[in-house]
């Protein structure tokens, strides 16, 4: 797989969405659930539409447009995304609405808004593309599933511009659940639940606005701990980074920031020699958390360095040419995605590789 | 050299019946499945005509084998549908080729949050409602009850997803990253998407009728509904008889309206065109279009204008099977994807019910009484959803 991104924007709870560099990252406050820093989004709505639209779809919007922006693209060819849980906001508004008033007198603009995905069919009214458009929702794989689709779409040759994006919006409701279920890390315990909205301008052709380049996007669901799921990412590894080499940074996710369990083991034995950081201290745990890291890590290549804010172990990060973002989902479902910057090597293999 | 994308299975469980033979026969023989609600625990009993699968979850647990834990309704019917395509396509397991599973749902598990919602009040219940809440969960068990522990993905587009669902699994099996996959979707009924179509003043009292100049709006239905996908060779190699091949698809957003489609169906057009284009297929060759035809004012004018538009005074048989299934929400397009294959293996049209008068715009009458289709070769299979998805699958005869 060799696609390129081209605009990446994010809103998250970092000031990732005003366009500084990294340095503005932080290390957020201890809290247990990290709210978006949401942007002025006049410049994205007008007054009424601004009303009319939920946060999830508000944050979307604003990242993809946003990214439309930075890549310099006129237009995009397609749209697709991945959301686990959708717009729960609105899902739990009407379902509320419907327990207390018995089925009766409900809001269907409030149904319309809840369905999985109206926030990316928002996205693509937004941005006017009636061209191919599909939503994935699966948890740890929404993301990395939508952008799996975007680098085949482009590399089928019929959109040369892919409209890729992950958002998950953290509800009030969701984080109530998790603390009755005994779920919610107390503050400084480990990473909080967040959320966030990240899009990209995926590019067949490497052109001039390129970011960084996509090498691949990997899954693996009930792999057999330990040696299958390490097997796995080292061989993905070994086809993309030539000489056997090792990514200079792995972002994991879905470790809570506890630096425990599988991913946090295999990443210590297969990349000693890498830098590695849990990059959901930063952004909080949510399904599509690796769009974060994924803006992220074309953030850190585009600098070449790792912000201060994001602490790492292993080897020091020097010059990072490489990132493999490592995500899983309650230890079932593994994703990974491998980022190098846009001129690095061609693939070592001339096809498209399997991804596991 | 393009892979071609065979079908070696397929399995359905709808408001005609539990399982592929039964909605067919029932599609056959011109029977529907629509009535009175007899199984939701609504106050809208009486008000409206739904498509109810004839099982309660507990009897649909018995038929899944799920013992006593219940995954929620749309699941159960997920795994049935599911098993019955895997055994339909003969597979005693995955092990000879990469196989994956590309499912789809907007219910999910939302007819037990319903009931958790209010209701939970220990720390197990509360996880209950968070795993088993949201899409992912749905996939991930039809998967564990078909022992798969290949690659998975979930989609949820509305009205679209499993169409959707179907054409993804499709372009992984095109591209070679995967060799075989279960491919389909499932929606269960449920009051919160009971209330949300009725909100939307869109249902009809009555059981639907699609294309009819008096229709007045949709039958919800439920549903299952997978296919089994395979590339040709890897199907040949183990001796498996395709059914039919998934020879084209087109996908296209309508920009209308987030919950109407643009009066001329532009966006039907173009899934409709794209499909066509990607078979290699001219629009005189198709031999029925199995229509979205949900029965609503707005849907099967807008649709039928893009059927005149794309085959222009040359319209095929056409019409929708919802008159008899209900419109099955998520599953719907692998529901009449499989539809589809069923008539192509009987080589029969199905007919469109409760048609009477053509919509005064348009002067199109559908397919109304099943209809013997020697050598039907192309099938047309629409789907347009909220968000104004449009999905366009084309499967032909092997």
Request: hydrophobic letters at 45%; one cysteine or more.
């Amino acid at each position: 797989m060799d696609a390129y991104l081209e605009g990446a924007s994010c809103v998250s709870a970092q000031p990732s969405f005003s366009g500084g560099g990294l340095d503005e990252l932080r290390a957020p406050a201890e809290a247990r659930a990290l709210r978006a820093v949401e942007p002025p989004y006049d410049e994205f709505f007008a007054p009424g539409q601004l009303r009319r639209t939920g946060r999830l779809a508000r944050m979307s919007v604003a990242a993809a447009r946003r990214a439309i922006a930075q890549a310099g693209a006129a237009a995009v060819d397609a749209v697709v995304t991945g959301s686990g849980l959708g717009c729960f906001e609105e899902s739990e508004e009407f379902l509320v609405a419907m327990l207390e008033r018995e089925e009766q007198f409900l809001n269907p603009s409030v149904f319309i808004q809840a369905t999985h995905h109206a926030a990316s069919s928002q996205v693509a009214f937004a941005v006017g593309c009636r061209g191919y458009h599909v939503n994935y929702a699966h948890r740890a794989f929404s993301f990395e599933a939508a952008l799996l689709d975007a680098a085949l779409l482009a590399g089928e040759g019929a959109a040369p511009r892919v409209l890729v994006g992950g958002m998950d919006e953290l509800a009030p409701n969701y984080v109530r659940f998790h603390e009755r279920a005994g779920l919610l890390p107390a503050p400084g315990e480990g990473a909080a639940l967040g959320e966030g909205a990240a899009f990209f301008v995926l590019a067949r052709e490497r052109g001039p606005a390129a970011l960084a380049r996509l090498r691949g996007v990997g899954f693996a669901f009930r792999p057999e701990e330990p040696g299958e799921l390490a097997r796995l990412v080292a061989g993905f590894v070994a086809e993309r980074l030539p000489g056997g080499a090792q990514p200079d940074l792995v972002l994991l996710g879905g470790t809570r920031g506890t630096g425990t369990g599988p991913l946090a083991r295999i990443a210590r034995e297969l990349f000693p020699g890498s830098a590695r950081a849990e990059f959901t201290r930063l952004c909080g745990e949510y399904h599509t958390a690796s769009a974060f890291a994924l803006w992220l890590a074309v953030r850190i290549l585009g600098e070449g360095r790792v912000p201060q804010a994001l602490p790492t172990e292993g080897a020091a990060p020097g010059a990072v040419r490489s990132v493999l973002i490592l995500t899983h989902h309650q230890e079932l479902e593994y994703a990974w995605t491998l980022l190098t910057v846009p001129e690095a090597p061609a693939s070592l293999m001339p096809t498209l590789p399997a991804p596991w | 050299m393009t892979r071609r994308v065979v079908v070696t299975g397929l399995g359905l469980i709808t408001a005609l019946g539990d399982d592929a033979a039964a909605t067919a026969d029932a599609l056959g023989a011109s029977r529907s499945g629509l009535g009175p609600i007899v199984i939701l625990e609504t106050r809208h009993r009486g008000s409206f005509a739904i498509g109810e699968v004839r099982h309660t979850s507990a009897e649909l647990r018995a038929l899944a084998g799920t013992g006593e834990d219940d995954p929620g309704r749309t699941t159960l019917l997920g795994i049935i549908a599911a098993r019955e395509a895997v055994a339909a396509a003969r597979l005693a397991g995955f092990a000879d080729a990469p196989t994956g599973l590309v499912s789809a749902t907007t219910v999910a598990g939302m007819d037990l949050t319903e009931v958790l919602h209010g209701g939970a009040q220990r720390p197990e219940e509360f996880r209950t409602l968070l795993e088993t809440h949201d899409c992912g969960h749905a996939t991930e068990r039809v998967a564990d009850a078909l022992g798969l522990r290949g690659p998975l993905a979930t989609v949820s587009t509305a009205c679209t997803s499993s169409a959707n669902a179907i054409l993804v699994a499709a372009r992984l099996i095109r591209a070679g990253v995967l060799d075989r996959a279960v491919a389909g979707g499932c929606d269960a009924l449920c009051r919160f998407v009971v209330n949300g179509f009725y909100s939307l003043r869109i249902v009809d009292p009555l059981p639907c009728r699609p294309f009819d100049d008096s229709r007045a709006g949709l039958t919800i239905g439920e549903g299952a509904a997978y296919l089994v996908l395979e590339a040709e060779q890897t199907a040949a190699r183990r001796g498996a008889r395709p059914l039919a091949e998934v020879r084209g698809w087109g996908v296209a957003n309508d920009l209308f309206h987030q919950t109407g489609s643009s009066p001329e169906g532009d966006g039907a057009l173009a899934a409709m065109r794209a499909a066509l284009s990607a078979a290699g297929l001219d629009p005189g060759q198709v031999g029925w279009v199995n229509a979205h035809g949900t029965g609503t004012e707005n849907n099967d004018l807008s649709e039928g204008r893009a059927l005149v538009r794309l085959f222009g005074d040359r319209v095929p048989p056409f019409g929708s099977t919802k008159g008899a299934t209900g419109h099955t929400m998520g599953a719907a397009g692998a529901v009449e994807a499989a539809i589809s294959v069923l008539a192509l293996q009987r080589e029969i049209i199905y007919p469109n019910l409760n048609f009477s008068t053509p919509m005064k715009e348009i002067g199109l009458a559908p397919v109304t009484a099943p209809r013997s289709a020697p050598g039907l070769a192309h099938v047309l299979s629409n789907s347009l959803g909220f968000g104004g998805n449009c999905t366009s699958l084309l499967l032909s005869r092997v």
